[in-house]
């Protein structure tokens, strides 16, 4: 079994005094594909927001390659660039080209040359089919070419990890495929993912596992192939029988 990037022991969060997130445990080894799946509401966003560092929690441990983080402005600057996230509002600077978006943290953070930060850059742009893009302006792309765009972004920086939290729930339905095509690629390169997701075929293609997750407590960790045959809770039965896929 390959190594374990990302191990989540005993975590809890809380907004004000309402605990969301109870006693969370897993862990997370190289190149692995997690599909996050649960109900609205049941702490998805939350549990992925607090593995970037975006929101504080109240106990327990999160490692990250063997070290645990210890909460800090600076180790969460220092450990976005490993661990990358793109979310479902692709939050791209209106004001900056495309090129210019993406060389932001490569040039301003990582302070790499720019002839090889740019070289990089546009070798994503053309690995998603928007080589020629560079120039242009995020008004002037598509929600799908903006979502494509924002996972370049967060590519550019060369994490180890990356953190997907329903990046297709706002598109156009013909610019769904596009966007998990690029995951389903990343996938079969290793990258090691937690994906969120309402698109079922697409986590049980792409999945090694599934948590599933219910009112801040993950009641299923299993192979892909068996949560979505035969799932264990009544929870995640009745979730299943939900969607439509
Ligand atoms: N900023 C916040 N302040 C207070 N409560 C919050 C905040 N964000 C989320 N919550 C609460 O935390 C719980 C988990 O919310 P979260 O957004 O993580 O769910 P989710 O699984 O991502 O749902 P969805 O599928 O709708 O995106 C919910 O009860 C929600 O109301
Ligand atoms: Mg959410």
């Known amino acids: 079994m390959a190594e374990e990037l990302l191990r989540v022991e005993h975590l809890k969060k809380s907004y004000q005094s309402k605990e969301v997130l109870h006693d969370i445990n897993f862990a997370i080894h190289k190149g692995e594909v997690v599909a996050l799946l649960g109900s609205s509401g049941s702490g998805k966003s939350t549990l992925i927001r607090t593995l970037n560092g975006l929101e504080d929690y109240q106990g327990g441990t999160i490692t990250f390659a063997g070290e645990t983080v210890h909460p800090s402005k600076a180790t969460w600057l220092a450990l976005r660039q490993r661990i990358g996230m793109v979310f479902q509002s692709y939050d791209l600077f209106p004001n900056l080209s495309v090129l210019d978006n993406i060389l932001l943290g ?8 720019r002839a090889e930060a740019e070289e990089d850059a546009r ?15 995020p008004r002037q792309l598509s929600g799908g070419q903006k979502q494509r765009i924002a996972i370049v972004r967060a590519l550019a920086l060369h994490p180890e990890m990356m953190l997907f939290d329903e990046v297709t729930a ?50 299923e960790d299993r192979q892909t192939a068996e949560f979505f045959a035969h799932p264990a809770t009544k929870r995640a039965q009745e979730f299943l029988a939900s969607m439509e896929f």
């Open 170 to 219: 706002s598109l156009d339905p013909e610019m769904v495929r596009g966007v998990l095509d690029i995951m389903t690629d990343l996938a079969k390169r290793d990258m090691t993912m937690i994906v969120v997701t309402h698109e079922m075929n697409f986590a049980r293609e792409v999945a090694d596992r599934v948590l599933f997750l219910s009112d801040g407590e993950i009641l």
């Open 106 to 113: 490569p040039l301003k953070v990582q302070h790499r040359s």
């Open 123 to 137: 070798k994503l742009l053309a690995s998603v089919n928007l080589a020629d893009y560079a120039d242009r302006y």
